[in-house]
């Protein structure tokens, strides 16, 4: 008797270990922080919950957006799409004009019809990047 309850709870274990590794091989947020770590790109959004951030990594540089819609009529349009990022300077040096553009390009191929707008810090540094060529 024991030995078949030692068994079905051997049993449980494994099938609740193969539960848990295949949740952690599938979270967005782990592919995420992975395509950050390779710098590539990677886009992680849910389209239909207009209050969910967009988070996007590019280069090794995670960025944020936030989405904005213009009343509450039409909860999915998004109107526009404001983008911030807490990396260091030293991370946005590698940047360059047409980065910034690719990075648009992928956002507007998920929201077509939105106006993207750049933080503060990271518009700094694109005048700083157009003056310098």
């Known amino acids: 008797m024991i030995v078949i309850i030692l068994r079905l709870a051997l049993l449980a274990l494994l099938v609740y270990v193969v539960y848990?590794?295949?949740q952690f091989l599938g979270s967005p947020d782990r592919?995420?922080?992975s395509a950050q770590a390779k710098k590539h790109f990677y886009v992680l959004d849910e389209q239909k919950n207009t209050r969910k951030n967009?988070?996007?990594t590019f280069k090794?540089?995670?960025f944020e957006g936030?989405?904005?819609i213009p009343s509450k009529d039409h909860p999915l349009f998004i109107h526009t799409i404001f983008v911030w990022?807490?990396?260091?300077?030293e991370k946005l040096s590698s940047f360059t004009e047409e980065d910034f553009a690719e990075l648009e390009e992928n956002i507007k191929e998920h929201y077509p019809d939105c106006k993207i707008d750049?933080?503060?810090n990271i518009q700094k540094w694109k005048n700083k990047k157009a003056e310098e060529q």
Do not use: C
Not at 85 to 89: D, G, N, R, S, V
């Open 85 to 89: 990022t807490e990396a260091p300077e």
């Open 31 to 33: 592919r995420l922080k």
């Open 66 to 68: 936030e989405k904005h």
């Open 118 to 120: 750049w933080d503060s």
């Open 54 to 56: 967009l988070k996007l």
């Open 20 to 22: 848990r590794a295949v």
């Open 60 to 62: 090794g540089v995670l």
